[in-house]
């Protein structure tokens, strides 16, 4: 899809998955830069980006397309525990490099984060880690609210080498600007 100029906070929508998104999901799963601080790898062909929509996106619980006029252009997930931990749900999300800078992410994961306090009434934290090198992702969180717990040193492992990540957390109680 083209870079459109200036995108209406106001058009982004977020919606499950369907098997045509795979073209739109392999614009920003294929791409490096994209994937430099996801647990992705960079997808390379239409059949895995195809597969992942189908196997994993789809029987998903909370794994929504971040659309524009209803075409896929990021991607964000909430993901609820079980047992002792189902007061709390990860959160994640990726954007395609064309639509950065717009406070797209920002909008996408309120969005989520209303949803999600609907559709999982355990949940009463929702959470994100996040690289430490990762500034704008760290940004999205903290225009939300979000509080920076801490850094976990060499907590995650990504391509192949450890990170140190940042924790943030929202409470349901918390004030969303
Ligand atoms: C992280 C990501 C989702 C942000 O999407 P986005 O729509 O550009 O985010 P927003 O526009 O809502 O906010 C980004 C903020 O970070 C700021 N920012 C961007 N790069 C930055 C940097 N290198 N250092 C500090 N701040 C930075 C922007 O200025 C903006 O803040 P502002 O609104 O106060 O100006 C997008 O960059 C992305 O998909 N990255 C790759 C995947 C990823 O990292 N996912 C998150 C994994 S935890």
């Not at 073209?23 to 490096?32: K, N, P, S, V």
């Not at 430099?36 to 195809?50: H, K, P």
């Not at 992410?105 to 989520?112: D, E, G, H, I, S």
């Amino acid at each position: 899809m083209a870079k459109e100029m200036t995108i209406d906070l106001s058009k982004i929508t977020l919606r499950p998955y369907k098997i045509s998104d795979a073209d739109d999901f392999l614009m920003y799963g294929g791409d490096d830069k994209v994937t430099r601080f996801t647990r992705w790898n960079t997808f390379t062909s239409m059949e895995e980006a195809l597969s992942y929509i189908k196997d994993y996106c789809i029987p998903h619980p909370y794994c929504r397309s971040i659309c524009i006029a209803d075409r896929s252009i990021g991607f964000i997930i909430i993901v609820p525990k079980s047992g002792g931990d189902r007061c709390r749900a990860d959160v994640g999300y990726a954007l395609a490099a064309a639509y950065w800078g717009q406070g797209i992410a920002a909008r996408a994961v309120k969005m989520a984060i209303a949803q999600g306090l609907k559709e999982f009434p355990d949940v009463i934290r929702f959470q994100a880690l996040v690289e430490l090198e990762n500034k704008a992702s760290q940004r999205v969180l903290e225009k939300l609210g979000f509080l920076r717990e801490g850094v976990l040193r060499k907590y995650s492992l990504n391509k192949g080498k450890s990170r140190d990540m940042v924790m943030y957390s929202l409470l349901s109680t918390d004030p969303i600007p």
